[in-house]
């Protein structure tokens, strides 16, 4: 019966997903992503340049001029492969300083009634989105000892932590708009294995280039429904 439940959140954020509000909030996540990654470009060949001379004199060989070229090209493959591995979490930490209009818009559409939700401010947002990321690049890069160990369980495990990351990352997010602090722990603690189950069921699409960009859009929105069908009738606002 959960697993219904779960598939109906998920569904009727899936339909919402052309929402105006929600491509914003995509655009606005991807625009800064691709900036800081033009940037980090940047700031890479300055200091190749600054590093690595035009022209560098070696005994026996006399001028020789390919050391910044060959430095410019590693570092433009070092910059494009981090790129490759920190879009995903880069562009989900972006795009979390927006989640709460995705929230607003799911609330305007499926839940009329409710009053305004507590306001987030903008610092609190920014720290929030910084230890997410934090969060899931250290649990990631430590689970690659699990991935060696034991290969035929990698894509269980994957699914496994970051299905339990997210879950635990967008209910919260999603209940203390609604809860006191307190309140919102109380309540991830007692419905978690559906947390942890919804969870997995955005991690599986995490492995899906392009579509991968939308989680946090899906997962902001599927998780508003979810909040709202577990939450504390006389507690939440």
């Not at 439940?5 to 929402?19: E, I, R, S």
């Not at 990321?133 to 990698?154: D, W």
């Not at 932590?161 to 635990?168: A, E, K």
């Not at 722990?185 to 919804?198: D, E, F, N, Y």
């Amino acid at each position: 019966m959960a697993r219904h439940l779960m598939l109906g959140d998920f569904t009727k954020a899936v339909a919402q997903m052309g929402d105006p509000r929600f491509r914003r909030v995509l655009f606005l996540g991807l625009g800064l992503t691709v900036g800081l990654l033009l940037a980090a470009s940047l700031g890479t060949s300055w200091v190749v340049g600054a590093l690595f001379p035009d022209v560098i004199t070696l005994p026996f060989f006399g001028d020789v001029t390919v050391f910044q070229s060959i430095a410019s090209g590693l570092s433009l493959v070092a910059v494009l492969g981090l790129s490759v591995f920190l879009m995903v979490p880069v562009a989900s930490a972006f795009t979390g300083l927006f989640l709460d209009e995705v929230a607003d818009a799911v609330e305007a559409r499926h839940y009329p009634g409710l009053p305004a939700a507590r306001t987030v401010s903008i610092a609190t947002s920014i720290a929030d989105s910084l230890k997410f990321l934090g969060v899931i690049l250290v649990a990631n890069v430590a689970a690659l000892v699990l991935y060696l160990l034991f290969p035929p369980f990698a894509p269980l495990i994957f699914w496994g932590l970051n299905g339990f990351l997210l879950g635990r990352e967008y209910f919260q997010m999603v209940a203390l708009r609604r809860l006191p602090a307190p309140d919102a722990r109380r309540l991830a603690r007692k419905h978690m294995p559906q947390i942890w189950l919804a969870g997995c069921l955005l991690a599986i699409p995490l492995t899906i280039p392009l579509v991968n960009l939308l989680i946090p859009i899906l997962g902001a929105a599927s998780f508003t429904h979810l909040f709202q069908r577990l939450k504390p009738a006389a507690s939440a606002p």
